[in-house]
Nanobody, 117 residues
Framework: QVQLVESGGGLVQAGGSLRLSCAAS????????MGWFRQAPGKEREFAAS??????STFYAGSVKGRFTISRDNAKVYLQMNSLKPEDTAVYYC????????????WGQGTQVTVSS
């Protein structure tokens, strides 16, 4: 079992930056592939970025590529978000899975990111 707790959300103006953090705790939590998803009001949850178990591979949704950077430090994962746009407004969720291409097994409670125009 893995517990995920996000932090770092908030209100920022368009063009600004935020850094989200996700702390994973539990048994062998540092051995999980990690990811970030987001859900905007009235929309389905969507993939934003992921990082492999060893941290050597990263993947991004087209909408965030070049602006967001995912990284990890053992059992913590980060999402550096630059050049934020109003359409980035969403609740951001941290997720974890056992293997790099497997199903996402664990989810955090989410942190709100609001980008004002």
């Amino acid at each position: 079992q893995v517990q995920l707790v996000e932090s770092g959300g908030g209100l920022v103006q368009a063009g600004g930056s935020l850094r989200l953090s996700c702390a994973a705790s539990g048994r062998t939590s540092s051995s999980y592939a990690m990811g970030w998803f987001r859900q905007a009001p009235g929309k389905e949850r969507e993939f934003a970025a992921s990082i492999s178990r060893g941290g050597g591979s990263t993947f991004y949704a087209g909408s965030v590529k070049g602006r967001f950077t995912i990284s990890r430090d053992n059992a913590k994962v980060y999402l550096q978000m630059n050049s934020l746009k109003p359409e980035d407004t969403a609740v951001y969720y941290c997720a974890a899975r056992y293997v790099d291409a497997g199903p996402w097994m664990y989810w955090g409670q989410g942190t709100q990111v609001t980008v004002s125009s």
